[in-house]
């Protein structure tokens, strides 16, 4: 099993990166909250892939988002609801700051034929872009690659007697 773990690198003037999380377990698919006080990730640190909301900076210890497995945490930009996936269903999950973070449980938004990937949601958090999931039959496995593209485009628009 691999190991990842979460770094921060700060601009304008990135000069290296600090562990924001370190640990024997996979830590991935993080994401900011919008006010930038809270990330959201993904570990396997408990067997399998779950949701965790923790402080950037300061104290208080993670808290645990999903139930029974979860990856791809996408915040709100507007209002407390954070989304992720599991497979082809999406959760979304209501939380409150005070004092901490406190997280509700999980209702199911729906489930799509789209790829398990990252997805976001627009900022009203009614509309979700994700890859959707092709169809199998007749998949094209092939790859073309042209040569001389920029001079073939030149004499197809040159006109004639001109190349």
């Known amino acids: 099993r691999g190991r990842s773990d979460l770094k921060v690198l700060t601009f304008p003037e990135p000069t290296g990166t600090e562990d924001l999380l370190s640990t024997p377990s996979v830590e991935k698919d993080a994401e900011f909250s919008p006010d930038g006080r809270w990330v959201a990730y993904a570990s396997d640190e408990s067997g399998q892939e779950e949701v965790y ?11 645990v988002v999903s ?15 954070l989304f992720y996936r599991h497979g082809r269903k999406v959760y979304s999950v209501a939380y409150d700051l005070a004092p901490g973070f406190a997280a509700e449980a999980p209702r199911l938004l729906f489930e799509a034929r789209t790829v398990d990937t990252r997805f976001d949601v627009d900022p009203s958090g009614t509309r979700f872009l994700m890859v959707a999931e092709g169809p199998r039959e007749g998949l094209r496995t092939e790859l073309r690659v042209v040569l001389g593209f920029a001079g073939h485009v030149a004499r197809r628009l040159a006109p004639p007697g001109r190349l």
Do not use: D, H, Q, T
Request: glycine share 26%; charged share 30%; hydrophobic share 30%.
């Open 67 to 81: 139930r029974g497995g979860g990856s791809w945490p996408v915040f709100a930009r507007k209002g407390r609801e």
């Open 53 to 63: 909301v923790r402080p950037f900076r300061g104290a208080g210890g993670r808290v």
